[in-house]
Each structure stands twice: as structure tokens, then as C-alpha cells.
């Protein structure tokens, strides 16, 4: 089986930066993934960590630490638009990594 | 270009009925799955396919049925509802399982 923990709410200003962690514990592992979902949308894809590391894409990054089974997505130069909630996500390991399991979400609120 | 495409976006039923949820993709994808999002819970994952005619329960299966006859359709069958089903379902492929997911927009379902 798998679990995944994150912050249930975070909130900031324009122009900070924020991080939001996710730790998990799985019996595999396959890479952690952020999605990102606007209130009403559709989950979308933001980034995905197999190895220790951090990942920019812009003004998003994602960090892995394998060892300590932790990950974050850091948002830099936050903007109103990136109210939202985020996901990390895992592959279930008793399925053959077939199938993406989610966290419950962070729901990210940005003031100005 | 579709993409993912849920229908009916809507819906409401009586405690008994049943239902066939749509899910069409235009990518050739071979991966595809459910899931449900209830407040506070994320996502939950209800069944997906790895290919045509292949499926596989996920976290929560319990009172739906899946089939995968085409590598475009992946429909999702409420067998008879319970207020219990109401929740927001989001159907989601990928080219392969190792893939981002693309998630159609979303089916509302309220069962009274």
C-alpha cells in the first residue's frame, strides 16, 4: 500500500514564495508527481521527480529526496492565478506502477 | 484537438438507477483511468486499463464496472446508485502508465 501526506492549506502574497511538501510512504517507488487544479477545473500536470534532485520549470520547481521519502514543489513570484490546490501523486507499487495514487491536495490561497 | 472527453458534464439520479459515464480520448493513448474527487479527499482512484481489453480495480471499485473494448472509449457503469456515489468524476489517459495524465473535464453526479 501507499500514503501520501501534504499540508491541507497554505496561503502567501503576491510576489512570495511557497513550498509545499509531500511525504509518502510506498512499498515501491516510481517518481513523485504535482498536479496542479483550479477551483471547477480539471487536474493538470506540473512536474515529475524520479531521481534526488530538484526540477525547474519556470517559476515552479520540484524537489525529491528518496532517502527521506519527501518532495516539494516550491512556487516562486507567487501570482493571484496560482490560487489553486496541488496534488502530489505516486505510483502504487502492488499494481505493477500501473496506477497513480493522490494525496488529498494543498489548497494554495494567493492575496494581494 | 478533443483530448479527453467527458460526457454528460451533469447529472442526477435516483437512488436505484444506472448510469453509464462517457470517456472518449483523441490521443491514442493506452492508459486510462477514473477517478472520484469528494471535498477534502483528493482523488480517489476506481478503475483503469493499461490497453484494450485490459482493466484493473483501483482504490475504490466498489458499485462501478468498466470495459475497454476500443483503445478511445474507456466508459464508466454505475450499477445502481447510492447518494454515497455523489461526487465529481474525472476520467484521465495517458500514452502509456508511466505517462503525465490528461483529465477530461469532469462529470458532476448528484444521486438523491
Known amino acids: 500500500g501507499q500514503s501520501l501526506e501534504q499540508p491541507s492549506e497554505v496561503t502567501a502574497v503576491e510576489g512570495a514564495i511557497v513550498q509545499i511538501n509531500c511525504t509518502y510512504q510506498?512499498?515501491?517507488?516510481?517518481?513523485l508527481s504535482w498536479y496542479q487544479q483550479h477551483d471547477g477545473g480539471a487536474p493538470t500536470f506540473l512536474s515529475y521527480n524520479a531521481l534526488d534532485g530538484l526540477e525547474e520549470t519556470g517559476r515552479f520547481s520540484s524537489f525529491l529526496s528518496r532517502s527521506d521519502s519527501y518532495g516539494y514543489l516550491l512556487l516562486q513570484e507567487l501570482q493571484m492565478k496560482d490560487s489553486a490546490s496541488y496534488f502530489c501523486a505516486v505510483r502504487d507499487n502492488n499494481q505493477a506502477g500501473t496506477a497513480l495514487i493522490f494525496g488529498k491536495g494543498t489548497t494554495l490561497s494567493v492575496s494581494s | 484537438n478533443a483530448g479527453v472527453t467527458q460526457t454528460p458534464k451533469f447529472q442526477v439520479l435516483k437512488t436505484g438507477q444506472s448510469m453509464t459515464l462517457q470517456c472518449a480520448q483523441d490521443?491514442?493513448?493506452?492508459?486510462m483511468s477514473w477517478y472520484r474527487q469528494d471535498p477534502g479527499m483528493g482523488l480517489r482512484l476506481i478503475h483503469y486499463?493499461?490497453?484494450?481489453?485490459?482493466?484493473d480495480q483501483g482504490e475504490v471499485p466498489n458499485g462501478y464496472n468498466v470495459s475497454r473494448s476500443t483503445t478511445e472509449d474507456f466508459p464508466l457503469r454505475l450499477l445502481s446508485a447510492a447518494p454515497s456515489q455523489t461526487s465529481v468524476y474525472f476520467c484521465?489517459?495517458?500514452?502509456?502508465?508511466?505517462?503525465?495524465?490528461?483529465f477530461g473535464n469532469g462529470t458532476r453526479l448528484t444521486v438523491t
Open positions: 510506498t512499498s515501491g517507488f516510481y517518481g
Open positions: 486499463s493499461v490497453g484494450a481489453g485490459i482493466t
Open positions: 490521443m491514442n493513448h493506452e492508459y
Open positions: 484521465a489517459s495517458a500514452t502509456d502508465y508511466n505517462s503525465p495524465l490528461h
